[in-house]
């Protein structure tokens, strides 16, 4: 069921996890509904096959973090 608050003003996003810098994932904290940013920048329903696309890039990214420290480190 669909929270009545949501329908009045609308969902109240507050951020879960950073999958990259500019791909996150929020979750309401009226209705739990869980959207994330799709490639144009849109939000999105977090669906199962956007949660396996954003644990691939977060693997990408942290990859590619920890690379950055080893340059910074030597
Ligand atoms: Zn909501």
Do not use: A, W
């Amino acid at each position: 069921m669909k929270h009545l608050y949501c329908s009045l003003f609308g969902h109240n996003y507050e951020v879960t996890k950073n999958v990259t810098y500019h791909v996150k994932e929020y979750t309401c904290t009226h209705c739990r509904e869980e959207v994330t940013t799709s490639g144009n920048g849109q939000l999105t329903l977090l669906t199962p096959k956007y949660k396996e696309i954003n644990s691939v890039l977060e693997r990408i990214h942290l990859k590619r973090l920890k690379r950055k420290q080893l340059i910074f480190d030597r």
